[in-house]
């Protein structure tokens, strides 16, 4: 389902590119020439950071399987397995297809609800992994900043789910 | 010889780090190979059409199209349109990057700017049905509210940090 989600929003974007580069190539081939040669210099200005990117998302992606994550975030409750699942949430990349289940199943299980939170909110704000890519288009000093303060305001995010919780379930 | 070192220097890094972990770890490294090549394919796959999309774009729409929409005149409308666009949009974080870049070349402010990526990361409308049905109302927009707050937090804290100086660096990237 996942899958063919993806696989049908991939063709149509292709399908999108190609009818517009179309209509832009029938208006005006100097302009579509021009707007492939930034296209093109994009993609070339990018391949060290995207390759780095690669790299990592790779590595983190493969030390932290779906089920080693559901065992270290499921278990560690408290102070400490909220500075956990934001570590783990900050290293992995999981899309919003996984991770919104996967919660639920170690909520079930009685994983506290400050930390899935946590864990959400960073994996969806903060990316080491992404991180040479996103500093490749705006700086280090940027990619440090919003990491940085996306990072710490996932506890406040925390702290107010669990606040919700409490006060409505 | 040195520029080339130092472009790719971020890059040799990495390979460095995925190498040790991967021989500390030989199970996780062997599957790293696998999803490398599975990454590869997923990533390029996205990033080139949106390249291209983005380059039409940026050849066909004047500044003046999105400058009073989105740019430092832009207000309270600015902020809404900034969220919406990022909250309406579908795909991974790290297409979200080039289109800020592109925004930011047509003359959004750079406030609208990280309240784009903001929302774009944590406040995926087609995500949020799904999110509900998982993890319960309560969660979800409880979590959607603190996030919006901390992403308009964010974007005005990020904007006084770093000012006009980090937009042009930004903007100078790809001037080349």
Known sequence: ?169 | MKVLLKKWRIAIAALLITGVLGAVFPEAGREALKLLGVNISTIIGILVPVFILLGLFDVWVPRERIAPHLGEASGIRGIVLAVLLGASSAGPLYVAFPVAEVMLRKGTSLRNIFIFLGSWSSMRLPMVLFEIQSVGPVFALSRFAASLAGILLMGVLLERLLGLEVRQEILERFEK
């Open chain 1, 1 to 169: 389902m996942e899958r063919l989600c993806r696989t049908l929003m991939t063709w149509f974007l292709y399908l999108a590119t190609g009818v517009l580069l179309g209509v832009s190539a029938a208006a005006s081939p100097e302009k579509t020439k021009k707007a492939l040669k930034k296209a093109l210099n994009t993609f070339v200005n990018i391949l060290p950071p995207l390759t780095a990117t690669l790299l990592l998302v790779s590595i983190s992606v493969a030390l932290l399987p779906e089920k080693v994550i559901a065992s270290l975030i499921g278990e560690e409750s408290g102070f400490f397995g909220q500075i956990l699942a934001s570590l783990i949430g900050s290293l992995t990349l999981l899309p919003g297809f996984v991770a919104f289940p996967m919660a639920k199943v170690l909520l079930e299980h009685g994983a506290g609800v400050a930390q899935m939170a946590v864990f959400v909110s960073t994996l969806m704000m903060v990316g080491v992994a992404t991180a040479p890519l996103e500093a490749s288009f705006f700086g280090w000093k940027v990619t440090l900043l919003r990491n940085g303060m996306a990072y710490f305001w996932s506890f406040g995010i925390g702290y107010a789910v669990w606040l919700a919780v409490r006060i409505w379930i």
